[in-house]
């Protein structure tokens, strides 16, 4: 389960957030929130697959995972036509726009990334640890 959830995690720190951070600073754009959301949880995600800090990656994942699963869903159901965030009211100020949500993009490819993602680490987030195999040998005169 380690290897298959640190791979996951470096992919996405290294392709999603290190390459998009160059891109964006080489073009003179600056970085977005985007490019340091996924910069940022890559990196977190890369730390705690350290078997010192393990016991923090499964909420890590839960959490990381429900958040960027929730973006994608959103990003494309508001690209289908269908608004569920209202864009009134003082709890959206800043926060919550057309175009996204905390600084993730609602655009069809960015949902689909954020979409992926975030499945992928609910799938590390919720799957059993696997338990080692044993063998238990006894007597005959206790079978």
């Not at 964006?24 to 800090?53: C, K, P």
């Amino acid at each position: 389960m380690l290897a298959q959830r640190s791979t996951h995690y470096w992919l996405w720190f290294i392709l999603f957030g290190v390459v998009s951070a160059i891109v964006s600073l080489a073009q003179h754009n600056g970085m977005t929130a985007e490019t340091w959301w996924l910069l940022i949880t890559g990196l977190l995600g890369v730390v705690f697959s350290v078997r010192a800090l393990s016991a923090i990656a499964r909420p890590f994942d839960i959490v990381v995972g429900i958040l960027f699963t929730a973006v994608g869903v959103l990003g494309i159901l508001h690209n289908l036509g269908v608004n569920l965030i209202p864009m009134s009211g003082s709890v959206t100020s800043g926060a919550v726009s057309n175009a996204g949500v905390l600084g993730l993009s609602f655009f069809i490819p960015y949902a689909l990334i954020h979409m992926l993602l975030g499945l992928t680490s609910l799938n590390a987030g919720l799957r059993t640890r696997s338990v080692a195999p044993s063998v238990v040998v006894g007597s005959q005169a206790a079978a």
